[in-house]
């Protein structure tokens, strides 16, 4: 468990260089945690370019942030930011081509909670900050929540997330359909009107 609550102490190293405004925060992020944010992007992006602009990005918005902000879990910090700017570049490119790419696979799966693709796509946005959404994560079992996370965090294909966790793909898509069906009921019974 060491490591998954708090950031470690080689983390904590690494957020006092930024504090200290040394370069080195930037390579010694890159070198423990580069390959890791370029899969978050490439789960996201589909061309090395565009991952590799983001990975830059996500570094830069990274440097722009700390100090003030003191990440609890580095890690964590990270896959947020690049994250987000992955997702910001393919709404763009997206514009001119809808529905491509694993961002769309996954969104369409969340159909099921509304009948608008767009909508289901504002909903994933506000669940991803909300009380709801939390209290949803903590009803499941851990590989049901790793499961979940994987795939509409980290927008992992069935696949990689069967052979990461060594399930059958078929587990997996009957993981992600009950945990779809269990968040839209945690939603009704909420009162949260998610297609207005």
Known sequence: MKGLFKTNMEDEKIIELFFERSENA???????????MRTVAGNI?????????????????????IPPARPAIFRT????????????????????????????????ELGDLSDDADAAEALVERLALSDIFSRYLRTLNKTERTVFIKRYW???????????????????KVMLHRSRAGLKEQLIQEGFNYDK
């Open 77 to 108: 910090y990270l896959a947020k930011i690049v994250r987000n700017i992955a997702i910001s570049r393919w709404r763009k490119q997206s514009a001119q081509m809808r529905g491509s790419g694993r961002i769309a696979e996954a969104l369409d």
């Open 45 to 65: 992006l589909v061309d090395e370019e565009d991952v590799s602009e983001c990975v830059n990005d996500a570094l830069l918005a990274v440097w722009n942030a």
């Open 26 to 36: 930037i390579t010694r992020t890159q070198e423990k945690y580069g390959a890791y």
């Open 154 to 172: 980290l927008f992992m294909t069935v696949r990689e997330i069967a052979e990461e966790l060594h399930l059958s793909e078929s587990n997996v």
